[in-house]
């Protein structure tokens, strides 16, 4: 009895075993590899970008907050990211409203030396 306990177990662990993600072979296919999670992140942090655009623009215009289609679309950044987007998203933010604050105090930053001006949403 002892030993087909066993044994089921041993079965059960064997096909509910997680596979690990093989690390490519050859030069080509590691650097297909970094490409590839290269351009993802990228692509995230375009997606974050335009998020944050939009939730300004959304202020801007007196538009409802917390509207559906602003959650759907951090809905399908959290999707698509993961939890560690919204890390990025806050700190993002944070600076953006230390540069606001230093605007308004008329601190000079670096943002007004590279825009000549003022800094405002529609001239990133």
């Known amino acids: 009895m002892f030993e087909l306990i066993a044994l089921t177990a041993l079965i059960y662990l064997f ?3 997680k596979k690990k993600a093989r690390k490519p072979r050859t030069l080509d296919a590691e650097l297909k590899q970094l490409i590839q999670e290269s351009d993802d992140a990228t692509a995230i942090g375009s997606d974050i970008k335009r998020f944050l655009l939009d939730v300004l623009s959304d202020n801007a215009n007196d538009l409802e907050k917390f509207s559906d ?7 399908r950044i959290l999707d698509r990211a993961g939890p560690a987007s ?16 230093a605007q308004i105090n008329g601190i000079p ?3 007004n030396a590279e825009l000549r001006g003022s800094a405002t949403p529609k001239r990133s």
């Open 15 to 17: 096909l509910s075993r």
């Open 69 to 75: 289609t602003r959650i759907a679309q951090a809905q």
């Open 86 to 101: 919204f890390y990025w998203m806050t700190e993002i933010a944070a600076q953006l409203a230390t540069l606001a604050a």
């Open 109 to 111: 930053t670096n943002v």
